[in-house]
């Protein structure tokens, strides 16, 4: 299946520090995204890099994109216990002019920032 | 941004039974929702695809019998799960696009069935 693998499958850190987390897919994509889902909750999206692109930011987000290695990676700056979350990747594969495109989740990685 | 709410949070009802679950767009209008059903400490398996006035699509291994998906209207969705079973229990939640490449999420129901 096209699901990503998402690595590592839990991270802590202490406040302050760096996270990066990494994502592999299978097929080639138009688009690939990060979603961030606290517990118990609905995802809320952070950022999304198209194919063309290599590296995005957005505020303490930073994600680059490698399609010859089919991996994409979130780096999240100067953590704070409030990013505290599970991360997952999405892709797509292909755009579909009004909307309905669909959405394959990575395993995702669980975040803890200590205090 | 846009807002996407789910009702209810979370049921818990006997085996047998019957579950709606409802997705609403609150302030825009959804043409497409979907569905996505999520075991604890696991990713999200998207269900269905939900077109305003037509017929739902599964996807491959969803009983679309047991998951019966009506979207009547542009900014409500629903998914009934029929019959439920104890491995039915599990966390669904619903989205929508606005139309952009990305996604807008409701909060997610918890369903536990005895």
């Known amino acids: 299946s096209q699901q990503g693998e998402e690595d590592p499958q839990a991270l802590s850190i202490q406040e302050g520090e760096n996270a990066t987390m990494n994502c592999s897919y299978k097929?080639?994509?138009?688009?690939l995204q990060w979603y961030r889902q606290n517990s118990g909750r609905g995802l809320v999206h952070l950022i999304l890099i198209r194919s063309n692109e290599r590296e995005k930011h957005s505020g303490r987000l930073r994600v680059t994109l490698d399609t010859s290695k089919k991996s994409s990676s979130l780096l999240i700056t100067a953590s704070r216990a409030a990013d505290t979350a599970s991360y997952f990747c999405?892709?797509?594969?292909?755009?579909?002019?009004?909307?309905?495109?669909?959405?394959?989740f990575g395993t995702g990685t669980q975040l803890k920032v200590e205090l | 941004g846009a807002v996407v709410s789910q009702h209810p949070s979370w049921v818990i009802c006997k085996s047998g039974t019957s579950v709606k679950i409802e997705c609403r767009s609150l302030d825009f209008q959804a043409t497409t929702m979907f569905w996505y059903r999520q075991f604890p400490k696991q990713s999200l398996m998207l269900m269905a695809t939900?077109?305003?006035?037509?017929?739902?699509?599964?996807e491959q291994g969803v009983e679309k019998d047991k998951f019966l998906i009506n979207h009547a209207s542009l900014t409500l969705s629903t998914l009934t799960v029929t019959s439920a079973h104890p491995e039915d229990s599990s966390f669904y939640i619903c989205?929508?696009?606005?139309?952009?490449?990305?996604?807008?999420f409701g909060p997610g129901t918890r369903l536990l069935v005895l």
């Open positions: 989205s929508a696009d606005n139309r952009r490449p990305f996604q807008y």
């Open positions: 097929t080639s994509i138009n688009n």
């Open positions: 999405a892709t797509v594969i292909s755009i579909l002019t009004g909307g309905g495109n669909k959405l394959t």
């Open positions: 939900s077109n305003e006035g037509s017929k739902a699509t599964y």
